[in-house]
């Protein structure tokens, strides 16, 4: 079994940054493909940003290309979402997800296995 533990989120105005956290643990892989999504009210969850394992490509959502930034840490099965220039329809729970380590891209919530708690990130006009 794989936990996901993040942390990051909260209240902040459009333009400000935040950065999540999501750290894996478990003994199944050494390291995992991961990724990031968010839901807003009343929507479906989305694909935000993700990152391949064992060859470290990163992928981004047209509306979250040049302001979000994934990095993964290679010491560490940790992945971070460096969340920039924030607007208010970036307000959503965010969630970490991580599935067994592969070089293909994935970026919808059925190609994940293990999920996060999702922190909140609420950007206010």
């Known amino acids: 079994q794989v936990q996901l533990a993040e942390s990051g989120g909260g209240l902040v105005q459009t333009g400000a940054s935040l950065r999540l956290s999501c750290a894996a643990s478990g003994r199944t892989y050494s390291h995992y493909n991961m990724g990031w999504f968010r839901q807003a009210p009343g929507k479906e969850r989305e694909f935000v940003a993700a990152?391949?394992?064992?060859?470290?490509?990163?992928y981004y959502a047209d509306s979250v290309k040049d302001r979000f930034t994934i990095s993964k840490d290679s010491a560490q099965n940790k992945v971070s979402l460096q969340m920039n220039d924030l607007k208010p329809e970036d307000t959503a729970v965010y969630y970490c997800a991580a599935r067994s380590p592969s070089g293909t891209y994935y970026r919808f919530p059925d190609q994940f296995d293990y999920w996060g708690q999702g922190p909140q990130v609420t950007v206010s006009s």
């Open positions: 990152v391949t394992w064992p060859i470290i490509n990163t």
